[in-house]
């Protein structure tokens, strides 16, 4: 069983930036995909990124350019860094874990079984 804690979320102003972790509790196999996610209010959870166990990293397209994923696999930590923050990235941000040889590409919520609990991001104008 793997549990996953993300942290980081807050409050920010437009253009403002933020650094998510998320940090893994467990047997963590070898070879694994994991994923950032949002959800705003009212809407269906996007994916962001994707980093697989061998740092092979993809953005969904709405997200490239803003959001940087990577990790720390010494201290089982996964990351995302949000720059030049925008009020429609309000949402709660969840990261999620598969054990996969490599990730999909699909940003696809049902690619992966574990989820942690989120964090919440605010963008204000």
């Known amino acids: 069983q793997v549990q996953l804690v993300e942290s980081g979320g807050g409050s920010v102003q437009a253009g403002g930036s933020l650094r998510l972790s998320c940090s893994a509790y467990?047997?963590?196999?070898?070879?694994?995909?994991m994923g950032w996610f949002r959800q705003a209010p009212g809407k269906e959870r996007e994916g962001i990124a994707e980093?697989?166990?061998?740092?092979?990293?993809g953005y969904a397209d709405s997200m490239k350019g803003r959001f940087t994923i990577s990790q720390d696999k010494a201290k089982n930590t996964l990351y995302l860094d949000m720059n030049n923050l925008k009020p429609e990235d309000t949402a709660m941000y969840y990261c999620?874990?598969?054990?996969?040889?490599?990730?999909?590409?699909?940003?696809?919520?049902?690619?992966?079984?574990?989820w942690g609990q989120g964090t919440q991001v605010t963008v204000s104008s």
């Open positions: 980093i697989d166990s061998d740092g092979s990293t």
């Open positions: 467990g047997y963590i196999y070898s070879s694994y995909c």
């Open positions: 999620a874990a598969e054990f996969l040889a490599y990730c999909s590409g699909g940003y696809s919520p049902r690619d992966f079984r574990y």
